[in-house]
């Protein structure tokens, strides 16, 4: 059981890029068809920023939306974290650039980088801050411009992923809300299975690295696939026994948005209803760090959560990673 403050979520916001990417568009660019796609994935469209336009912009947007929602001013945050792997370069972090963006003039900044999972960690380890008295009010940013990794001639890759930025403001709420427990887990022998190889230390950036095209998104999908089919049921199970509950307790369930297939796996591994899940990767493809937070943004504002709910988020990604957050939503009255 969680212990310390009682945190949870004040407010959210999304940010989402206008230029939409559809199947029948992508047929024209790579080998591919808009069955394939539908059928192997879920997804129809997806949202793509036009060039020259950063992450931070994403983030920004989307992190003045949460701060609004919760009804406080950018000069309250205390911490600013973004998750993403699409950082606007690789340091600084592209939350200080979001902290001056937005005129959070008080607020600490960092990146986190978990993969797909980045959003579920950030909110993880926002928490922290706040239980622990140390912080008020924390904004956890997933924001993600994939577009600008993925090689546009792989059509292994370019057809799962797509841009956007959702974000949620952290602080306390009433006893018995808020978060109840969580999992969170890596499994490092798994981080050749999605990479971008080059323009780190191991391989810093030089011709051949760009010739090689090692500046892209390499993944193992079918690899990456089996492991998150095992692992979502697992994690959610886990944060649910740390939460003192059991599946049955679940009213409603974000996961990352990857395929469809993934989250029907979860689900019958649940044994949840369709009408207990989000699911919004038929619009937006794989947003990474940014899925979940867009998914919760849109579950929320489409009155599909409720006062009281219990809601789980759930993702995995690159590490690989997972982690799961069972949270009682409301109690900010
Ligand atoms: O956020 C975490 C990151 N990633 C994920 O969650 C992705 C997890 N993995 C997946 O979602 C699935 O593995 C994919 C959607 C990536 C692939 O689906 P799959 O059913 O595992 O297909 P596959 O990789 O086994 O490929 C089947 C065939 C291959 O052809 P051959 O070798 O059997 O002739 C591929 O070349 O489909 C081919 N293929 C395509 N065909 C048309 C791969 N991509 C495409 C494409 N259009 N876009």
């Known amino acids: 059981m969680y212990s310390g403050k009682a945190v949870g979520i004040l407010g959210t916001g999304i940010c989402i890029p206008e230029k939409v990417l559809t199947n029948r568009d992508l047929e024209q660019i790579v080998d591919t068809s808009d069955e394939w ?16 336009t950063p992450t931070s912009f994403l983030a920004e947007r989307a992190g003045r939306n949460a701060i609004q929602a919760a009804g406080i001013s950018p000069g309250e945050i205390d911490l600013i974290i973004c998750a993403t792997i699409t950082p606007d ?27 797909c999972t980045g959003f579920v960690y950030a909110l993880a380890t926002a928490a922290q801050f706040v239980a622990s008295g140390v912080y008020q009010k924390v904004l956890v940013i997933g924001a993600e411009t994939v577009s600008t990794i993925v090689d546009w001639e792989d059509r292994n890759t370019c057809v799962l992923f797509g841009d956007g930025a959702g974000a949620v403001v952290l602080g306390e709420v009433q006893k018995g809300y808020g978060i109840l427990g969580l999992d969170l887990g890596s499994k490092g022998s798994g981080s050749g299975l999605l990479t971008i190889p080059a323009g780190g230390s191991a391989c810093p950036a030089s011709e051949s690295t760009i010739r090689n095209k090692l500046h ?21 199970i886990r944060a649910l026994k740390a939460s003192g509950l059991t599946r ?86």
């Not at 370069?89 to 008080?106: E, R």
């Not at 892209?216 to 959610?236: D, L, P, Y």
């Open 37 to 52: 796609i539908r059928t192997r994935t879920g997804i129809r469209e997806r949202r793509v920023v036009e060039k020259g």
């Open 89 to 115: 370069m690789l340091f600084p972090a592209t939350a200080c650039i979001v902290q001056d963006k937005i005129g959070a003039v008080s607020a600490a900044a960092f990146d986190l980088e978990a993969g």
């Open 216 to 236: 892209f998104i390499h993944m193992e999908g079918n690899e990456v696939f089996k492991f998150a089919v095992r692992i979502i049921g697992t994690s959610v």
């Open 248 to 333: 049955e307790d679940i009213d409603f369930l974000v996961p990352h948005q990857a395929n469809i297939r993934i989250v029907d796996a979860a689900l019958k591994r649940l044994k949840l209803p369709q009408e207990k899940v989000c699911i919004n990767l038929d619009r937006y493809g794989n947003t990474s760090a940014a899925s979940v937070p867009i998914a919760l943004h849109e579950a929320i504002v489409e009155e599909k959560i409720g006062e009281g709910d219990i809601v789980v988020l759930v993702a995995f990604g690159a590490g690989l990673t997972w982690g799961s957050v069972v949270l009682r939503w409301g109690g900010t009255e």
